[in-house]
């Protein structure tokens, strides 16, 4: 059993008290146990998953919105979540590369769509209650390729793209950059990579397993990137990776155990997740 399994049965064997026992400490306990584990355990996540398991089980009891008083699961975009800081993502992502490459391929052909459904939270909008939505994005879109629609690739570009991909992270790096190219002038060569290598993972709904993991062993060569265990706008566990922002984030969501894209997140400065959306399941159809 790894590390982060553990983590995660002591704290689905946590206790889930009423919401008014909770609410009074719950952000005093919350900052507490982001800030010990962060200064603390900066260098690797594992350290984190193993030193702070018990601080994680206690963060997910603090947090009401995960479940209602009854101790049963929230509806999706019941709440915004918790977060635990869980440090360097480094080791993580490559370990996430090693899971990646072991999974099933994606394929699809000209003609089929990929058919999405997906669940978002927006507190900063007028109608902040969950709002579900229903895609079909054609696989092979000739109006979405060759730079025609920008950086808004078809799947089959994406999927093209993964081929192309060497074994030298640094050439990934640069291969994204030309991808998803700069718009914005004040955006740095980190920032860019960074942007563009999430991009990618988001929008990869096509590939080859061993295609796809070379991107994450790029992301984790990204400096300054870290990850921490979450709830996405489903009520789901997520594993966020993000860089620090000016004033806020902008986290990609993974599922723990697959380690393929859950979702994302954007938080604002004081911690307060603003935007919240979960892929809820992506399929390939005929039409």
């Given at each position: 059993m790894d590390e982060m399994t553990r983590v995660r049965e002591l704290r689905a064997e946590a206790p889930r008290p009423g919401r008014d026992r909770l609410v009074g400490g719950r952000e005093r306990l919350l900052r507490a146990a982001r800030g010990g584990l962060t200064r603390r355990l900066r260098s690797d996540w594992r350290?984190?998953?193993?030193?702070?398991?018990?601080a994680i089980a206690a963060a997910a009891v603090i947090v009401?919105?995960?479940t209602d008083d009854r101790g049963e699961r929230a509806l999706p975009g019941a709440g915004p979540g918790y977060t635990v800081e869980l440090g360097s993502a480094k080791g993580w992502l490559?370990?996430?590369?090693?899971?990646?490459?072991?999974?099933p391929a994606v394929t699809a052909r000209d003609g089929q769509w990929i058919h999405t459904e997906t669940v978002e939270t927006n507190t900063t909008d007028d109608a902040p209650d969950p709002q579900t939505d229903e895609r079909l994005i054609r696989y092979a879109d000739p109006a979405m390729e060759n730079g025609k629609a920008g950086d808004d690739h078809s799947?089959?570009?994406?999927?093209a793209f993964l081929k192309s991909l060497p074994d030298d992270p640094a050439q990934v790096r640069a291969k994204a950059r030309a991808f998803f190219y700069a718009t914005d002038p004040e955006e740095s060569r980190t920032e860019h990579e960074y942007r563009a290598l999430t991009a990618v993972i988001s929008r990869s709904y096509v590939y080859d397993p061993e295609d796809l993991a070379?991107?994450?062993r790029a992301l984790a060569t990204v400096p300054g990137v870290r990850i921490a265990d979450v709830v996405d706008a489903a009520g789901r566990d997520a594993i966020a990776v993000y860089r620090e922002g000016a004033g806020f984030r902008d986290e990609t969501l993974l599922?723990?155990?697959t380690r393929l894209y859950r979702g994302f997140r954007s938080v604002s400065r004081d911690g307060e997740v603003e935007i919240s959306g979960a892929r809820l399941t992506t399929r390939v159809v005929d039409g």
């Open positions: 350290l984190a998953a193993i030193g702070a398991a018990a009401p919105q995960v490559n370990d996430a590369a090693d899971i990646v490459a072991a999974g799947p089959r570009e994406h999927y070379k991107v994450y599922d723990p155990d």
